[in-house]
Structures are given as C-alpha cells and as structure tokens.
Nanobody
Framework: VQLQASGGGLVQAGGSLRLSCEAS????????MAWFRQAPGKEREFVAR????????YYSDSVKGRLTISRDYRKDMVYLQMSSLKPEDTAVYYC??????????WGQGTQVTVSS
C-alpha cells in the first residue's frame, strides 16, 4: 500500500486543519489506518486510528475530543480533522496502514505548525 499525506500548514492556536491521506495499491489487504506524529526532538507518537471495515476509532488521550479520524471507503482516503489546535500539536504528521498486528505502510509526512 502506498500512502500520500497532505493538508499540513501553519495555523494559529485554536484554529483548524484537515489532513488527508490517499491510499493506493493493495488497499483491500488493509485492516486499519492511523495517524502518527513526530515533534522535533521527540519520538514518533500515536495519534488516532480507524478500522477500515466498520470504522471503529481510537485516540490518544492528548487529542481526544479535538481531533477526528475518518475514512472514505470508496475513495480510499483517510482524514484527520484537527480543531482547537495547540502549539504542542506542532509536528510532522504521518499516515500509516497496517494489519491487525502491525503498521507496515507509511506515508511521507506533512508538517503542521501551530503558532501561539
């Protein structure tokens, strides 16, 4: 599966952005999709995931209630709607796809910068 993330940018604190991730290739073999992020000097961290069939979602505590993951089954797209953004949300955001046990496909990342 090939993944292409887009939609990052510069936004003021309290603002919103929507990230998109386009999937291509063996999409029928994908069980789940997720967003991760990596801030400068920090390790990559999990943000949110969605099960492709059924749409079950799960979020990290730090983004719960502010970020929403969704998918368009027919377009093979995954989205991350980001609201009430904080400076600590600044990071490179990556989309990932995987099986039930691991994430084995990664996109190239899109930069999100939140100014205070």
């Amino acid at each position: 599966v090939q993944l292409q993330a887009s939609g990052g940018g510069l936004v003021q604190a309290g603002g919103s952005l929507r990230l998109s991730c386009e999937a291509s290739g063996r999409t029928f073999s994908r069980y789940k999709m997720a967003w991760f992020r990596q801030a400068p000097g920090k390790e990559r961290e999990f943000v949110a995931r969605i099960v492709w069939i059924g749409g079950n979602t799960y979020y990290s505590d730090s983004v719960k209630g502010r970020l929403t993951i969704s998918r368009d089954y027919r377009k093979d797209m995954v989205y991350l709607q980001m609201s009430s953004l904080k400076p600590e949300d600044t990071a490179v955001y990556y989309c990932a796809g995987g099986t039930q046990t691991e994430y084995d496909s990664w996109g190239q990342g899109t930069q999100v910068t939140v100014s205070s």
